[in-house]
Every structure is written in C-alpha cells, then in structure tokens.
C-alpha cells in the first residue's frame, strides 16, 4: 500500500468526520501557544529585520485545527511587532499533507482566514500536498515550521513486521506480550530513519535560525509506568473486540497494520542530536490530561544551528484511553 498517497484522517464534516472528532489534537495544540510565542520571538531576536516571513503547518489534517497553529503563529507575530513598533512583514501561510487529505475544506478555511488579516497587512497563503519526509519547499526559504500529532505517523510499515508476517496486535495475552518488544523496536527503527529525513529536509528548507515548533504522542521517559504504551493500542482494542465477535476475520486483524510510533522524550533528544541540523531549544513532556511536567527539558542553547522547540504528550496507564493518536 501506498501510504502517502491513501493515508488521511476521515473527510468531510459529518459525525464520523475528523473535522467533529479532534477535540483531544486540539488541546494538545493549545500546549504549544508559549512555544510558538518563543519561536516567533527568537526569530526577531537571532535574525535581520524580518520583511517576509514564511510559515508553514506539517500534517495540517482538515476541519477546525487545520489552521490553529499558524493562527497562533501570526497572531504572534502582529503581537510582537506591535509591542516593539515593529513593520510588519509580508506572511505566506503554506499548509501541508498528503495529497488524499481534505484540502476542500482547507482551502475554505484559509480564505476565511485571509479575510480576517486584510487589515493587517498582506497574508497570502497556499496548500502544499506531499510527504513531509521529503523536500517541500525551496532552499533557506521557510522561517517557521509548525507541526502538531503529525510525526508519530510513519512512512511505511516497518518491512521485519511485514516479511516475518508478526501482527501488531495478537489476541493471545501470551503471544502478544512476547512479540511486543519487537514490534516496538521495529516501529521505533522507523521512526529514527523517518524522523531523520525529516529533519534534514527542513534543515535544507529553513532560513539560517529559522525555527521549529513539533508536538506528538510519546511517553515520559521518567514514567516508567507508561513506556510499553503505543498509539496504537487504542486502536486495536475495539478491533480485537469486533474480531472476537465475528464482525472482522481474525486473518484480516493480523494482516491490518498502523503505521505510528511513540517515542520517548529520550529517544526524540536522542535522534535530534544524531542528526545534527537542529539545536533544541526548549523540550516539554505534558500529560495529556494534568498538563505540564513539573521538570520541562532544556538543553544548553546554541545559536549556530536552526532552533527546535518540541511539546510532547504522555500518556499514563490510567489515562491511556484518551490519548491522541491521530494526525491533526
């Protein structure tokens, strides 16, 4: 299967529709307002005066959160101008997905959204369709790069699930518990090597200092309690049931594959330093539900390199029904 060009979250506003079913990938936007703020700043504060400034959502999904960030993004910079007697600078707002996603109701979004800052200044804006895996835009073009619950999706299924035939999911307790290491460590060798490409791309794609604002699903490294949760166990517990009662083949769970990974605060540091594009400036671990870790993660900073502000969401065992595991 060709996941980017058949991956998108349910079109349409209808009940079963993402655009009425992303309240959760909304309030882990909201958790990145203070980073965004931050981001925009130190755009100001390490680069030349600013005349343009491009900003793009990765992973912008449909419906209502299509354009929460760069809403928060532009408001922060007229905020920021005004408070400094700034000129504001001409925008592009770029939002991004994979070519199947809803763009109808994105591209109804943003000319609402260009209405609104006609007072303001010039806002133009546009959708870029493609894998965010891959070059997008065009070199040193981009200030600030957004994305929210978009990265835990991965490129493909790991090939050792596939060619050893080894489900995700097993309904025997036992066979399941033996083989979930595996499936794991599978998952999070595609996540390194997705994450990778990632990085690499928007490192060729920024402007010197441009900034990165990332949001996903993971765990706490410090929360022992949690660090066996995946994403996608929440998905295969209805459809374990449904399996269970006939309404799906058990051959046909087996063979069903979600291409997501949840890495830990740790394994994220990790493949950010091993890269090497990005400096991080500030990394926060939130509980989905309690808010933010009383010990937030700042490294030292060093102003060589392009910016990286990351806000990750964990989960604990009691909470794990309502994490988000979606794309926004």
């Known amino acids: 299967m060709d996941f980017e060009q058949s991956l998108h979250m349910n079109k349409g506003e209808g009940e079963a529709s993402y655009a009425r079913n992303s309240t959760n990938q909304n309030a882990g936007q909201n958790k990145m307002n203070p980073l965004i703020h931050e981001a925009v700043t130190s755009l100001w504060k390490y680069t030349n005066c ?6 793009t959502d990765l992973g912008c999904s449909s419906g209502p959160n299509s354009l929460t960030l760069v809403k928060t993004a532009v408001d922060a910079i007229f905020r920021y101008c005004s408070d400094h007697k700034e000129l504001l600078p001409e925008i592009a707002v770029l ?3 994979l070519p199947d996603n809803d763009f109808n109701i994105v591209a109804k979004a943003l000319s609402e959204f260009q209405q609104s800052t006609q007072g303001f200044g010039p ?16 070199s040193n073009s981009v200030h600030l790069v957004l994305s929210s619950n978009s990265l835990n999706w991965l490129s493909q299924v790991p ?9 995700m999911y097993d309904s025997d307790e036992g066979l399941r518990q033996e083989k979930r290491p595996f499936v794991v460590q599978a998952c999070g060798r595609q996540f390194r090597k997705d994450l990778t490409h990632f990085l690499n791309a928007r490192a060729q794609e920024l402007v010197p200092m441009g900034q990165m604002v990332l949001s996903l699903v993971g765990t706490s490294s410090r929360d022992t309690t949690c660090q066996s949760i995946q ?11 449904m399996a269970s009662r006939g309404v799906i083949s ?11 990974h949840g890495p830990s605060d740790k394994e994220l540091m990790e493949i950010i330093e ?4 990005f400096e991080i400036n500030n990394m926060q671990v939130h509980h989905l539900m309690t808010g933010t870790d009383k010990r937030p993660i700042i490294p030292k900073i060093e102003r060589s390199r392009p910016g990286l502000h990351s806000s990750q969401q964990s989960c604990s065992i009691s909470e794990a029904r309502k994490a988000s595991w979606m794309s926004s």
């Open 95 to 97: 939002l991004n997905d």
């Open 159 to 167: 090939e050792d699930l596939k060619e050893n035939r080894i489900p």
């Open 123 to 138: 806002v133009v804006t546009a959708m870029v369709p493609g894998s965010f895996y891959k070059r997008l835009f065009t």
């Open 231 to 241: 994403p996608w166990d929440f998905a295969f517990l209805p459809l374990n049931d």
């Open 274 to 277: 091993d890269e090497g594009s």
């Open 50 to 55: 600013l005349k343009k400034m491009v900003i």
């Open 250 to 260: 058990r051959e046909m769970l087996d063979s069903f594959y979600i291409p997501v």
